[in-house]
């Protein structure tokens, strides 16, 4: 027998690539969040061309929001047994008709109609790509797709929405609303093209199957109940909450406590906005680098420092030294909340594996619940302490949400170690 060792040479196994439909899952969130984050900043031209108040166009950012946050876990449930692909273009087709038939409306509760019908409409289609993106890599690279996918919603926030209020007070905010239309439409028909036809298969034997069969056994919304669940979707609605209290607030808070005019203040959305989009790339890859856990609890400890100095920059230091330290620290809140993203996602994912679709929803529910009650909150805030206190109050949600980071950590740990003692027992 020849024992000779072998000298045929080693195969090095190709690194494993991200799918480029991904980007065409990133364009559709693109177009989503800038319809969603641009309403805010279009307010004035919708009452007065709607010929409402400004309070009352305000009601459609709170719809849309509603609508998100209750219809997503409902229209996940209704579409469970749905395969992802055709579910996608669907979502993201519809999506663009409603954008479109937005544009045309001639009254207020037209308007209010379509906001109603896209948020239903929004909630199918995000977390359907994040479970998607998830399911289409190995675990190693989850995070990194996450991101890809978050990141079109965070361009929304760096670049969507500064372009799309410029081009409606060139051409009107229906132009604005065209605009989405089509690029609704082109990422529509990327992903006809672009997202794999064993797309169904996999996510069938990754998730989908394994939601319709237990779904005939217990109610959709059983996950809730798995171990963990509940606690990390109240973190992810305190992150959210926490991130709003301060966010809704931004150009008041600029202006009240450091003079900042409207340029100064679109300065300081651009910088956020770009810092958001390095801190959804880097939270990725730091998930993936590092584990989901160890970076959740690293970003939500830096909100709390980055919204507590935030109110203390602007309350007690002189304004010469308050200024850039809150210009600077404004930018470090851009990172570590977009950063926070990929790794709550990825905690969700990894507590119901096979229920991801349901998980993300909910998910996006209670970030959608945070961000209608960090504006409440925020407001209150305003009218006891002042504009100021804000950053006081966005630092208080995300330090309770930090505390239950720390809290499911702990119980992981003493969890882990109970077999091992039983081992040696």
């Given at each position: 027998?020849?024992t000779?060792?072998s000298t045929?040479p080693?195969v090095?196994?190709?690194a ?10 990133a364009?559709g969130a693109f177009a989503?969040?800038t319809?969603?984050?641009?309403v805010?900043?279009?307010l ?5 061309d709607?010929h409402?108040?400004a ?6 950012v709170?719809l849309f929001?509603l609508?998100?946050a ?5 229209m996940a449930?209704l ?5 992802r692909r055709p ?5 993201l087709?519809a ?8 544009a045309?409306?001639?009254g207020f509760?037209?308007?209010?109609l379509?906001?109603v019908?896209?948020?239903?409409v929004?909630?199918?289609?995000l977390p359907t790509a994040s ?17 890809i ?5 965070t361009?929304a926030?760096?670049l969507g ?7 409606a007070g060139w051409g009107g ?6 605009l989405?239309a089509?690029v609704?439409?082109l ?7 672009g997202l794999?036809?064993k ?11 394994a939601?319709?069969t237990?779904?005939q056994?217990t109610?959709a919304f059983a996950?809730a ?6 606690p990390a ?7 959210a909450t926490g991130?709003f ?5 931004v150009a008041?808070?600029l202006?009240?406590?450091l003079?900042?005019g ?5 300065a300081v959305f651009?910088l956020i906005?770009v810092a958001?989009?390095f801190?959804?790339?880097?939270g990725g890859?730091?998930?993936d680098?590092?584990g989901?856990d160890?970076?959740?609890?690293g970003?939500a ?6 919204l507590?100095?935030l ?5 007690v230091?002189?304004?010469g030294?308050?200024?850039p330290?809150?210009?600077?620290l ?6 570590a909340?977009?950063?926070f993203?990929p ?5 969700l994912?990894r ?5 991801a679709p ?9 970030i959608y619940?945070?961000?209608?009650a960090g504006?409440a909150?925020?407001g209150?805030?305003i009218d006891?302490?002042?504009v ?7 630092g208080?949600?995300?330090l309770?949400g ?8 702990h119980?992981?740990?003493a ?7 039983s081992?040696?027992?």
């Amino acid at each position: 027998m020849n024992t000779a060792p072998s000298t045929a040479p080693q195969v090095r196994q190709p690194a494993e690539r991200l799918p480029l439909a991904l980007a065409w899952l990133a364009l559709g969130a693109f177009a989503i969040g800038t319809e969603s984050f641009m309403v805010a900043g279009l307010l004035p031209l919708l009452a007065a061309d709607l010929h409402v108040s400004a309070t009352r166009a305000g009601q459609l950012v709170l719809l849309f929001a509603l609508s998100y946050a209750i219809g997503s876990p409902l229209m996940a449930a209704l579409f469970a047994r749905f395969s992802r692909r055709p579910l996608l273009i669907a979502s993201l087709a519809a999506f663009s008709g409603l954008t479109l038939a937005a544009a045309m409306a001639t009254g207020f509760a037209q308007l209010a109609l379509a906001r109603v019908a896209l948020g239903l409409v929004a909630g199918v289609f995000l977390p359907t790509a994040s479970a998607v993106a998830a399911a289409m890599v190995s675990p190693a690279l989850r995070g990194r797709a996450l991101a890809i996918v978050t990141g079109g919603g965070t361009l929304a926030v760096a670049l969507g929405v500064p372009l799309g209020a410029w081009i409606a007070g060139w051409g009107g905010w229906r132009t604005a609303y065209l605009l989405i239309a089509a690029v609704a439409a082109l990422a529509t028909w990327g992903l006809v093209l672009g997202l794999p036809r064993k797309l169904a298969m996999v996510t069938a034997t990754a998730a989908t199957s394994a939601v319709a069969t237990t779904t005939q056994r217990t109610p959709a919304f059983a996950v809730a109940r798995e171990p963990g669940v509940l606690p990390a979707l109240l973190v992810s609605m305190l992150w959210a909450t926490g991130g709003f209290s301060f966010y809704t607030y931004v150009a008041l808070f600029l202006s009240g406590t450091l003079g900042f005019g409207a340029q100064g203040t679109s300065a300081v959305f651009a910088l956020i906005g770009v810092a958001a989009a390095f801190g959804t790339a880097a939270g990725g890859w730091a998930t993936d680098r590092f584990g989901a856990d160890r970076m959740a609890q690293g970003f939500a400890l830096m909100l709390v420092v980055v919204l507590g100095g935030l109110s203390f920059s602007a309350q007690v230091l002189p304004h010469g030294l308050a200024l850039p330290l809150v210009v600077g620290l404004s930018a470090l809140w851009g990172f570590a909340g977009w950063g926070f993203g990929p790794a709550q996602a990825v905690r969700l994912i990894r507590l119901a594996p096979d229920r991801a679709p349901m998980t993300l929803s909910l998910h996006a529910s209670a970030i959608y619940l945070g961000i209608a009650a960090g504006s409440a909150f925020g407001g209150v805030a305003i009218d006891l302490f002042g504009v100021s206190a804000v950053g006081w109050v966005g630092g208080a949600f995300q330090l309770a949400g930090l505390m239950l980071l720390l809290q499911a950590a702990h119980k992981a740990k003493a969890a882990s170690s109970l077999p091992a003692a039983s081992a040696t027992a």
